[in-house]
């Protein structure tokens, strides 16, 4: 792979990181929709964890730096604790998580079109 390349996929990884730390949310509880201003939305799906997971549901997030995002049509937040790039291996971790919620693993579609695996909890009601 060229130096080009290298730098581009290393870019690649790093934009994928950023969208889904904007994709964090306010680490209280979620009261309203956010307002859609500068906010980005992504899909979650194939999930599974505990006894009434839903198979997939959207996330919606302000710009800001927590891991939270809003969980879209709810009062739940959705706060991540790992993220990895299926076809690489590479992954962000949050913490510390302290084993108090059921974790709940879902897909989604990174903004360069890879494949990405997502752990987190819901938190709020």
Same mark, same amino acid.
Do not use: D
């Given at each position: 792979?060229?130096?080009?390349?290298?730098?581009?996929?290393?870019?690649?990884? %790093? $934009?994928?990181?950023?969208? !889904?730390?904007?994709?964090?949310?306010? *680490?209280?509880? @979620?009261?309203? &929709?956010?307002?859609?201003?500068m906010?980005?939305?992504?899909?979650?799906?194939?999930?599974?964890?505990?006894?009434?997971?839903?198979?997939?549901?959207?996330?919606q997030?302000?710009?800001?730096?927590?891991?939270?995002?809003? %969980? $879209?049509?709810?009062?739940? !937040?959705?706060?991540?604790?790992?993220? *990895?790039?299926? @076809?690489?291996? &590479?992954?962000?971790?949050?913490?510390?998580?302290?084993?108090?919620?059921?974790?709940?693993?879902?897909?989604?579609?990174?903004?360069?079109?890879?494949?990405?695996?997502v752990?987190?909890?819901?938190?709020?009601?």
């Amino acid at each position: 792979m060229t130096t080009v390349g290298r730098t581009l996929g290393g870019l690649r990884f %790093v $934009v994928v990181v950023g969208c !889904l730390a904007i994709v964090g949310a306010f *680490t209280g509880t @979620a009261n309203a &929709e956010p307002t859609g201003g500068m906010s980005i939305t992504v899909l979650l799906f194939n999930c599974s964890g505990p006894a009434g997971t839903p198979t997939s549901f959207e996330i919606q997030k302000e710009q800001n730096p927590s891991v939270a995002a809003h %969980v $879209v049509g709810t009062t739940y !937040l959705f706060k991540r604790t790992l993220l *990895t790039v299926v @076809a690489t291996g &590479e992954t962000v971790t949050w913490g510390p998580y302290n084993g108090s919620q059921p974790i709940i693993t879902c897909n989604a579609i990174a903004p360069s079109g890879q494949l990405i695996l997502v752990e987190g909890f819901f938190t709020g009601s």
